[in-house]
């Protein structure tokens, strides 16, 4: 007998570890590997912050403090309009004596919880436990006050607007930039007994409404501890609208509802790549970068509608929504093309709304760097060409091709290619149509073309490499719709980057007017704050392989296979120079180093890759796992620098699965070498393409051999036609390299003239 109770005491024990086992992993569901929190501690400049909001929707919402590590949080959020520090109005939950209350307040807290769809916390001092969950264009916040016998506020605060109260409702609007306001509507559930504005230490009830800079209202429930339950809808067209936004998405004050409508909805979009392996953190690096992705650009149609910054008119939609926050120089590279495979229609309607944008400033210039407030046109050259022709060539239809063939020509002959300009075309423009690359200043030298930046300056390398590209871009438009002149004129423009080539060093070397390289130079230092004088953000070591269209033509300038992989081999072993402190107080975007390689930095993002069109992928392969190891990691650190909504974390994304768009634009991917034993991706016409790596494990990172679609595959790329219908990709993986496979059919580039 006891040994039978025995048997079934040591049954119940294996039972429970299972059932434990499963809970923990087996049961987790995509969303379950998100942590918002990664990153949130920058290495340098600007962190990731922790946002709480559906994919792609209009309200976000983050903690709002001065950093991850503050003691305080100001306020509660009611929705952030820029992805990186602009928030509007404010919400202050509050018990106690009067003479504390002000427009927004600090508050000490704990017990943070945070996911895409939640946020709860704690307001230690104040003894008040909050929940939120936010939908597209509305949110519920429930507070729970619990001192007993200490009255009880709500302050609603608009930071430059106005607001307003009546009865249990709030309304305002907040002004930002270039005519733009963000309006909000607000109900409480429970009625409260005062409400007005604040004078004298008092409720000023007989004025319900306050203008100006921290204007604010308040409203008190009492001396007794109970919960508030509050619901909002925003709007970037009226109160009215806000109000209807809100009425149309909340029907109830449940927060716990909401947030599990949240939670379907991240699961879903996240799903569409479910990846399997023995490693979960790994699995939390991925399904966060894939979170990061879907931050950006954000929809504003409202009931078929929405407000445009870009002309300051409210447009009909057209059924078709509109899309705006997409800092094009950085998403175009990996986000974008992440979005063709998984979110096609998502993706066609943001090109359309680039050709409205576009349409509405008036001169069809295609945006550079559209937000809620217009384009700000930052950065340098025209990147959205190449969002258009990496959508046609992969098979997207839904827009113009002709429409879109002539606002980016438009943006590119019309506008000025100065950086962070939106001025129409002058003298360096015209310069470079003759000569080909844009003329570099001489140290000292004073700067006399007008609409340059103080700051920013020239950065001719890196307009004349961005440029090259884009009139490549261009060109692979043009020939698609038949425009065969202009097509092989772009085509030749392309090959711009050669006039700033120089053969004695093999790097990109700035030139004066008069076609001579500055001279003395150091292609760590040269160009003062950022290496702007000649770069943009990043030294010349990082420019050296920005010819992502025709890295043949690189091959051959540097003289071939073996001294391009002398020179990449170098670039990661090259020491800074100086001590980090001067190196990066000179280059401040160009952390995550190894050697003088930037991993926090967009235009690095497809060096690793490069080995493969030199004939050793299994480079490639050691490269891009020792890079993620090392730089993106689940843990207040882990990310390298400026994820740039999306910007870095598509290059995780893509380099985890084991592929990687190197020139959007040219329908091929690169192979790397995958993280996981296998990684299933739903394309958006239902067909799924498969990463099978046999032999999977954290040491075996080489390919040995591999087969596509029942193939034998002895090439490091493949094109979008092989997956665009499903398919699969197996990967015969080990712990050393084999040097035979994929060296002879390299990736495809523009090639030489």
Known sequence: MKISNICLFICILILSACTSINNDSTNKQPVDYVNPYMGNI?????????????????????PERADFTGDVINGLPLIVTSHRGRSAFNLSPYQGSEENIKPVIAYSYDREKLAPYHYEVDLDDQQT?????????????????????????????????????????????????NNTNVYIYLETEQPPIQSGTWKDNAIDESRKQA?????????????????????????????????????????????RQLADKGRAIWNEVLGKIKVNGSNDTEKTVFYTSLYRCYERPVCISEDGHYFSAFDGKVHEDGGKPFYTDDWIWDTYRATHPLR???????????????????????????????????????????????????????????????????????GIEEKTLIPWSGAPAGWLDE?????????ALYPGEKETVENVNSFEKRQPIAVTLGTSYDQWCLSQIAKALGKTEEADYYLKCSYNYRNVYNAETGFFHP????????????????????????????????????????????????GGNDQFIANLNRTFVEPLGKGKPEFYGQ??????????????????????????YAGQPWKTQKRIHTLLKQWFRNDLMGVPGDEDGGGT?????????????????????????????????????????????????????????????????????????????????????????????????????????
């Not at 959508?391 to 827009?399: C, E």
């Not at 394309?683 to 591999?706: C, P, T």
């Open 587 to 612: 280059l401040p975007d160009h952390t995550g180093n190894v050697g003088q390689f930037s991993m926090a930095n967009e235009p690095s993002l497809h060096i690793p890759y490069l080995y493969n």
């Open 211 to 255: 203008q100006g800079k921290n204007s604010f209202v308040v409203l008190y429930y009492g001396d007794k501890a109970q919960t508030i339950n509050l619901r909002y809808g925003i709007s970037f067209i009226s109160e009215e609208q806000a109000k209807n936004n809100l009425q149309r998405e909340q029907k109830d004050y449940n927060v």
């Open 340 to 410: 063709v495979l998984i979110e096609a229609e998502t993706e066609v309607n943001i090109i359309n709304s680039y050709l409205l944008m576009a349409q509405q400033m008036g001169d069809n210039w295609m945006p550079t760097f559209p937000e809620i407030t217009g384009d700000s046109r930052r950065m340098n050259s025209n990147h959205a060409v190449a969002t258009v022709i990496d959508g046609y060539t992969k098979g997207l239809k839904g827009f113009d091709l002709e429409k879109a063939y002539i606002a980016c020509k438009k």
């Open 129 to 177: 436990h909050i929940q939120y969950a936010p939908s597209h264009q509305s949110a519920i916040y429930q507070i729970d006050y619990t001192q007993t016998g200490s009255p009880v506020y709500l302050i609603l605060n608009s930071k430059d607007g106005e607001i307003k109260v009546d009865g249990n409702t709030v309304s305002g609007y907040q002004k930002l930039e």
């Open 42 to 62: 920058s290495h340098l400049l600007v962190p990731t912050y922790p946002t709480i909001h559906l994919p792609n929707s209009m309200l976000r919402v983050y």
């Open 511 to 558: 030139k004066d007017k008069n076609g001579k390289f500055i001279e003395p130079f150091d292609y760590r230092y040269s160009g003062g704050m950022g290496a702007r004088d000649y770069y943009g953000e990043n030294n010349g070591w990082v420019y050296r392989w920005d010819v992502p269209h025709n890295v043949a033509d690189l091959i051959s300038l540097m």
């Open 649 to 753: 974390s598509a290059f995780v994304v893509f380099s985890m699965m084991g592929f990687y768009p190197v020139t959007p634009g040219m329908p091929v991917y690169n192979i790397g070498s995958p993280f996981f034993a296998n990684a299933k991706m739903t394309m958006s016409n239902g067909k799924v393409f498969e990463i099978e790596a046999q032999n999977y494990s954290d040491d075996n990172k080489y390919i040995q051999s591999a087969t596509l679609n029942g193939k034998d595959w002895n090439k490091p790329w493949f094109s979008h036609s092989d997956i665009e219908n499903g398919g699969k990709l197996i990967l015969v993986m080990g712990n050393k390299p084999n040097r035979d496979w994929g060296t002879n059919d390299v990736p495809p580039s523009a090639g030489k003239l």
């Open 431 to 439: 310069f470079y149509k003759e000569h080909g690359y844009i003329p």
